[in-house]
């Protein structure tokens, strides 16, 4: 296991590697999004990736002990298709985003959540409303599930802001809230980033 999975800690764990495929002309042919599971007093999924990677979701869940049915809540960065794809097979969750992503989806509003160990912070930029969450884990470290607000590696070592962007002045205000606060970071399609502080 590499150094950054280490320091996730023993109660977060990454169900599905997000990631960005592109073709030779660089045009994106496949996206899906980094699916994290928390274990606190909830059972806690951020993010659910794309449709096509339900199934890794589901034989990574398996391999921890659960099943789709046992996760309490879902909460999502943002509401995009490839950070929402497999939102229905938790049937049981409870499904929260920000509320101006959640308006005109059958969604909560994070505003109302209240969660052990697990802080939201708005990281808007690539899209109004967009959210970031903070696990604090048991060594103590902030571990900050990006979403698209630090898409992959290359955004944060090259401090470029996403790709698709409603705001890049906004996007780049967010990954500095976001380095300042986080000790690991993982992106929305990338793995782990170890910040050095
Ligand atoms: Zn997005």
Redesign the pocket.
Known sequence: MSKEVDLLGKYLHILNNGRLIKNRDNVIIH?S?SSILIESDLTIIVDTSARDDCYIIVKNLKHLGYTPEDVDIVIN??L?N??IGCNEIFINAEKYAQPLQAEGYSINSVDILNLKDISIIETPG??LG?ISVIFKNEMGMNIVIA??AI?TRNNYYKWLP?R?CSNSKGAIESMKKIAKIADIIIP?HDRPIVVLK
């Open positions: 996206a999004s960065t943002h995009h490839d950070h690539h899209v967009h979403g698209d898409p996403p698709i929305g």
